[in-house]
């Protein structure tokens, strides 16, 4: 069992780096208090201006927002979870290549960038 608590008073916030050599290099990420565990599953509206307006408390002509609220599930869990069969389902569902194939580019990527530090590095 996890010492790790669900506390439902602790509130995820999703925070940016603006230095482009910061530790996330611009992905965002969520502090997680020492005692809490990260999210499973994020719930984040999608806001959007409609072009619209309406007349506010004031007389004064106020953006309409639409709302549409989206669901973020963490992969980590999917993967540990389903048969590899059915995870490769739902990456290809979100656009994304089948594990194995998408480890195996992974792993050029590694070999070119290896390569390159090698090449740069050594003495001529």
């Not at 230095?19 to 965002?28: H, M, N, Q, V």
């Amino acid at each position: 069992m996890s010492n790790i608590s669900e506390n439902k008073n602790w509130i995820p916030e999703i925070m940016y780096e603006d230095a482009e050599e910061g530790l996330s290099s611009k992905i965002p990420f969520i502090m997680v208090p020492k005692d809490e565990a990260m999210p499973k599953l994020l719930y984040i509206f999608e806001s959007r201006e409609t072009g619209e307006f309406e007349l506010g408390p004031h007389g004064d002509e106020l953006p309409i927002i639409e709302m549409e609220l989206h669901q973020y599930a963490d992969m980590a869990i999917l993967k540990n979870r389903l048969p590899e069969y059915l995870y490769d389902t739902v990456r290809e569902c979100l656009g994304l290549k089948p594990l194995r194939e998408a480890a195996q580019g992974g792993k050029k990527i590694t070999e070119n960038i290896r390569k390159n530090i090698e090449e740069r590095t050594s003495p001529t």
